[in-house]
């Protein structure tokens, strides 16, 4: 007698095969089943309450604000710079002497301010105390007159 040319791989195999054409079945029914399409718009909307949260339901119209659009002020606020201090005191948190940049975080506001080797007077390194000033760069506070303390 001949031997069964199927072996235990292909068996697996087809029913691999088998497993996945059943799997691809049943999520091809369940996508027919939750499938939106024939749903009225009402269906498909979502509104915004006045908390700013998603909901399926209308907002309450009693509870709708009148905003003069004349009040909404667009222009970025004023910053309020201290007179009299000009030089400020930080630490470094980060300075790459390859790229030739880094970090310092201001003592006392604790705002990161960028700092490039050029307005550094003597090479600094990372977690060295130095006094700066700072000037608005193209990217926001940038650090001059850079001196270890």
Do not use: C, W
């Amino acid at each position: 007698m001949g031997r069964s040319q199927e072996t235990i791989g292909k068996k697996e195999k087809e029913k691999k095969k088998a497993k996945n054409r059943q799997d691809k079945a049943e999520r091809k029914q369940e996508r027919q089943a939750n499938n939106s399409k024939g749903k009225t718009l009402d269906d498909m909307m979502a509104y915004i309450d006045e908390n700013g949260n998603i909901s399926a339901t209308p907002p309450d119209p009693r509870k709708k604000k009148e905003i003069n659009h004349e009040d909404i002020d667009l222009t970025p606020g004023k910053r309020i710079e201290e007179p009299g201090e000009v030089e400020r005191t930080g630490v470094v948190t980060f300075f790459n002497t390859e790229k030739g940049y880094g970090f310092i975080a201001d003592a006392k506001s604790k705002q990161s301010v960028f700092v490039h080797i050029n307005q550094v007077s003597s090479p600094i390194t990372e977690k060295d105390k130095v006094s700066f000033e700072v000037e608005m760069g193209p990217k926001g506070l940038s650090a001059i007159k850079v001196k270890k303390i």
